[in-house]
């Protein structure tokens, strides 16, 4: 399948989704604590983007039964939010999209919750770290492959486990495009990076093994050796220079 090109009008309106998107991570981020139920976060993220006449892109999609998916400590994605309550110590992932105006914005986001210890907070900030590392090469000249070695060099640098099972991918009118986006070396280059991809660029990171399994529910991925993981997203549109993050607030005083 071809990759997709984006117009100056269609990457508004992704600009637009990602807003919401946007107002809609820092809404759930503000309610996370010690006690509240994945399932809460779920609904306050529903309410919200269906409150701005968009829609959530997860709800439905092959059949995942929520709008947000939200993945605990050894949880690396597709949590299905329930009524497991977060506890101090735990990290928690919360992966959002919203379709808005026939476009997609996706992005993810691992926070603290209480009290966290220190192993968790640099895996965090590593794993945030590693999606930066890799957006340098998120620019015309390059090749995809520039971007996935830039986050697994950095991430296993670290002495982490760089998730193979699952990866980053283009975006637009679907949720899931072409290219697939990995977070790890591979053997082929890739597509050479042009002006009007859109990539939803997102390192999963473990503590321990790159290993993971799929639980009973046949959505959530978990360690394979129980150890923590975090989750870092966004969405990244490659211009002439200097790649724009659509789901990232450009003015942090807003």
Known sequence: ?????????????MREAAEILIEAHELVASHIRVGVTT????????????SKNAYPS???????????????????????????????????????GVYYKGYHSDAARTYA?????????????VTEE???????????????????????????????????????????????????????????RGPKLQKGMVLAIEPMINMGTWQVRVLDDDWTFVTRDGSPSAHYENTVVITDDIPEILTLRKDLGK
């Open 39 to 50: 399932k809460e976060l779920d609904q306050i993220a529903e309410k919200f983007i269906r």
């Open 130 to 188: 590693s999606f930066f590392e890799g957006l340098k090469y998120a620019k015309p000249g390059y090749h995809l492959n520039d971007i996935s070695k830039a986050i697994g060099t950095y991430a296993q640098k670290h002495g982490y486990g760089v998730v193979r099972d699952l990866v980053g991918h283009g975006i637009g009118k679907q949720l899931h495009e072409e290219p697939q986006v990995p977070n790890y070396n591979t053997p082929r």
């Open 113 to 125: 919750v209480g009290e966290v210890s220190a192993d968790k907070l640099k895996l965090m900030k």
């Open 1 to 13: 399948m071809a990759i997709h090109i984006k117009s100056d009008t269609e990457i508004n309106l």
């Open 58 to 96: 997860f709800l439905n999609y092959h059949g995942y039964p929520a709008s947000a998916c939200i993945s605990v400590n050894e949880e690396v994605v597709h949590g299905i939010p329930g009524k497991r309550k977060l506890q101090d110590g735990d990290i928690v992932s919360v992966d959002l």
